[in-house]
C-alpha cells in the first residue's frame, strides 16, 4: 500500500471518534506512531475546518433560520407541479434537520 493511500485511510478513520489509534493502526496495518504522525499532519486543517464550519452555521442561523428552512422544504414538497426529486430531496432534507434521517443513512 502506497504511503499517501495509508494516509488517506488513517485520516477518514480518525474522523470515527469511536476509534482509537490502536484501531486505526491495526485496521490499516500500521504503527500507531504513524497514526499519531497523521493526526498530528491535519490537526491544523481540522481545526480550519470546524472553525469555518461553526462560521457558516452562525451565519445561515442568523440569516436563514431552521423554521424558515423548514417553511421552505414544506413548501416545496407540497408544491402541486413540483418536480418530484426536489419534494423528495426537500422532504429528506427536513428528515435530517429533524434527526431521522442523517446524511450517511
Known sequence: MSRDTRK??????LGNPALTHEDIARTVGCSTKTVQRVAREIKP????????LEEYQTLL???LPIKNRVEIYT?????ADS???AAMKALERADELDGILTAKN
Open 61 to 63: 442561523n442568523k440569516h
Open 75 to 79: 413548501q416545496i414538497a407540497k408544491k
Open 83 to 85: 418536480n418530484p426529486f
Open 8 to 13: 488517506v485511510q488513517i485520516t477518514h478513520l
Open 45 to 52: 486543517d481540522v481545526e480550519e475546518a470546524i472553525a469555518n
